[in-house]
Each structure stands twice: as C-alpha cells, then as structure tokens.
C-alpha cells in the first residue's frame, strides 16, 4: 500500500476533493474503483491520493495534481469519464466535488 | 447529523484537508473530536465540514473556511490548539495537512 497519508511536493499544484454517500450494495463498485486507483496514477500530472469512507458509506477522497491541465485531462481520460456515468446511476446517492489550489501543505510523523 | 456531504457556498473560500492515521484504542479521541466538532461550528468564518474514518483508523477531515483569517482564528483557538497537543502525543501516528483555496465546487444528488 502507498503511504498514507500521501507524500506530495512542495506546493503549489491543485487539490481535488471527491466527497460521496455510497449506495447500499456493491454493484461493481470494488472492482471499478480499484481499477480508477491503477489509472489516475499513470495520469501525467497525477502527485498523490488520499481516500476513506466509513461504515455508514460515507467517503472523501482527496487527489492532488500539478495542475489544472492534469485535472482536464483525467475528466476525459474514457474509462474515467465512463465510471462517473456509472456512479451516478447505480453507485452514489450524493457526492460533491471542490477543486482548489493548495497554497501550503505540511506534515507530521511520530517521532 | 449535518447534510453530508457538507453544502457550501460559491467560491471562492478555504478548504482544509487533514489526513490522519489514529493510533489503536480511543484514549479520550471520541469525546474530544465530539467537542472539536462542536467549537468548529461556532467559529466565524466557519462554512462546512465533512469527515470519514475507515476501518483501519485512516481519515479524513475536510473544513471550509471563509478566508485565510478564520482559519487562524481556528488554529489559535485555546481548545483547539490543546487538542492539537493531545493529537501528537496520543491519537495520531502520522497526519498531513493541506491548505487550499477552493476555485470552484460542484454537487450532485440523486434526482
């Protein structure tokens, strides 16, 4: 498993925050979803990933690219563009998304 | 509960992502994220949260601020910043966080 949480460089370069309450069943939703983990990070631009959902279905993924060029290019990457379509039909019963460009970033490990 | 995922105003405002992996056992953690919960929400400024533990302790917390200015104000609020304390002595073993300025945001529910 990568690290977590993600090791990303020093900013600036662009967040974009994926936030979902997940239907009930999986419905494909593993399999695709490992499937989108393999493919965004051989994305060009692609810097990190961070992703967790709770008992309850609720989930927050965070990926970090260089730039907004990068974040186009993975929203008409086919196989992406595909699984949203499918997450809205069958996977998620609300979600949000916020693109921001992160300004100052720091991290901390015990010692 | 709150709507989730949290329903924020037009941009442009703050997002701020924290990632944390929690130790094992709760050693007060609940009670205090209860009551970091609770101030948060009363800070000026203050806009939007949404969070999401796994199973293995790895979450994510995500707060929207209004400006670079309330989350200050935040960071230097008295019980904060002793849980903060607290945080790095017993709750987490790793954490990061990232400070961005959210460009734009858009939701989705189902119809």
Same mark, same amino acid.
């Given at each position: 498993?990568?690290?977590?949480?993600?090791?990303?460089?020093?900013?600036?370069?662009?967040?974009?925050?994926?936030?979902?309450?997940?239907?009930?069943? $999986?419905?494909?939703?593993?399999?695709?979803?490992?499937?989108?983990?393999?493919?965004?990070?051989?994305?060009?631009?692609? %810097?990190?990933?961070?992703?967790?959902?709770?008992?309850?279905?609720?989930?927050?993924?965070?990926?970090?690219?260089? $730039?907004?060029?990068?974040?186009?290019?993975? %929203?008409?990457?086919?196989?992406?563009?595909?699984?949203?379509?499918?997450?809205?039909?069958?996977?998620?019963?609300?979600?949000?998304?916020?693109?921001?460009?992160?300004?100052?970033?720091?991290?901390? $490990?015990?010692?």
């Amino acid at each position: 498993m990568a690290t977590r949480p993600a090791e990303t460089p020093e900013p600036p370069y662009y967040a974009v925050v994926f936030a979902s309450q997940r239907t009930e069943g $999986d419905h494909g939703y593993g399999e695709t979803a490992d499937e989108m983990d393999r493919l965004v990070r051989q994305q060009p631009g692609f %810097l990190g990933m961070d992703s967790a959902r709770d008992g309850d279905g609720f989930g927050i993924t965070v990926g970090y690219f260089r $730039d907004e060029e990068s974040i186009r290019q993975w %929203l008409v990457q086919p196989d992406h563009a595909g699984a949203r379509d499918r997450g809205r039909a069958e996977w998620y019963h609300h979600y949000s998304v916020h693109v921001a460009k992160v300004e100052r970033a720091y991290r901390w $490990d015990r010692p």
